[in-house]
């Protein structure tokens, strides 16, 4: 055991980010369940870990952090032997802070956005607002162009190998795909099969195994 604590949840998609990464590098974590629809995260022990009150917050030695993108960076900094790499080994650095960048600014808000509004709301017993999700559905439709184009010469985002920027999109569109908006990954060849290949990793089912719990 590397001593690694996550506080989240698991419907979390932010906290699914990390697990996908403690998988692929074959750590084991424990999970502290932070129970959100009590408001545990605004109240003041969670706030000692992350002021912002969001989750996940990950514990490892003396190290405290938030930011799911940090943490999952952290991980496989912290333990480059250990799984899968999640970087282009020989290859440029470059192109990863690009597509990691990309993932974070311009996949993630249309997709969080259309996942609100097709998917979470409904649980919270509030309605979907159908200018929203066209608004976002024209926002993601424009990413996933730069998306097919990109795959088109790249086996994935970074690089010809897995890393974490691909890793980065796995719980969004795990929810994506269960919607009306998988039509815009059917439409585009490149990003439809990449989608396919991140979704089907081992690592990822462990995450998606823990939704059935
Ligand atoms: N940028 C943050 C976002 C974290 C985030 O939005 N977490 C959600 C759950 S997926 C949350 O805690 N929401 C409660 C809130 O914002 O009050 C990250 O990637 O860790």
Redesign the pocket.
């Known amino acids: 055991m590397a001593g690694i604590k996550v506080h ?2 698991v ?8 697990f996908a990464s403690l998988y692929e590098k074959e750590l084991e974590y424990e999970l502290v369940p ?1 129970d ?1 629809k009590a408001g545990e ?2 109240k003041e022990a969670f706030l000692s870990l ?1 002021p ?5 917050v990950l514990e490892h030695g003396d190290q405290k952090l ?6 999952t960076q952290y991980i496989a900094q912290e333990f480059p032997d250990k799984g899968t790499q999640l970087a282009c080994p020989g290859k440029p650095i470059a192109p990863l802070l690009v597509w990691k960048e990309v993932e ?1 600014l311009q996949f ?1 808000p249309p997709s ?1 956005k259309l996942n609100w509004e097709l998917v979470y709301k409904s649980m919270f017993g509030m309605t979907t607002d159908p200018a929203a999700v066209e608004e976002n559905e024209a926002k993601l439709a424009k990413v996933l162009d730069v998306y097919e184009a990109r795959l088109s010469q790249s086996k994935y985002l970074a690089c010809d190998s897995f890393t974490l920027v691909d890793l980065h999109h796995l ?1 969004n569109i795990n929810v994506l795909l269960g919607t009306p908006v998988k039509k815009l990954f059917d439409a585009r060849p490149h990003v439809s099969a990449w989608a396919a290949d991140i979704t089907s990793r081992p690592a990822w089912a462990k995450v998606v195994a823990l939704l059935k719990h």
């Open positions: 989240g949840s419907f979390s998609t932010a906290t699914q980010r990390v932070v959100m995260h605004k992350n912002f009150g969001q989750v996940p938030f930011e799911s993108r940090a943490i974070a993630d969080s719980p």
